[in-house]
């Protein structure tokens, strides 16, 4: 079992910049890949950014170049750098970890609102 708790929403005016953190526990060793995923009022939940074991990155096309994806292994946290936010950001942000068997393990989600 996994267990992610993650932090760091909150109110931001556009164009201004949060940071989320993820932190894992229990059976952090089986863990293979983690990522954020988003879910808007109305919408279904999506992938915003992920990370793999081996550091390799990848982006929905409407954050690349804003959100930024990173792992700190000492601390088994990952975080997620919002940068140049826009009001379609606002939704709930998810922490996900899949292990090694291709299990997902969820966050109780961290809300993020954009003012324009």
């Known amino acids: 079992q996994v267990q992610l708790v993650e932090s760091g929403g909150g109110l931001v005016q556009a164009g201004g910049s949060l940071r989320l953190s993820c932190a894992a526990s229990g059976s952090i060793g089986s863990i293979n890949a983690m990522g954020w995923y988003c879910q808007a009022p109305g919408k279904q939940r999506e992938l915003v950014a992920s990370?793999?074991?081996?550091?390799?990155?990848n982006y929905t096309d409407s954050v690349k170049g804003r959100f930024t994806i990173s792992r700190d292994n000492a601390k088994n946290t990952v975080h997620l750098q919002m940068n140049s936010l826009k009001p379609e950001d606002t939704a709930v942000y998810y922490c996900?970890?899949?292990?090694?068997?291709?299990?997902?393990?969820w966050g109780k989600g961290t809300l993020v609102t954009v003012s324009s």
């Open positions: 990370i793999t074991s081996d550091d390799s990155t």
């Open positions: 996900n970890a899949e292990d090694i068997d291709g299990m997902h393990y």
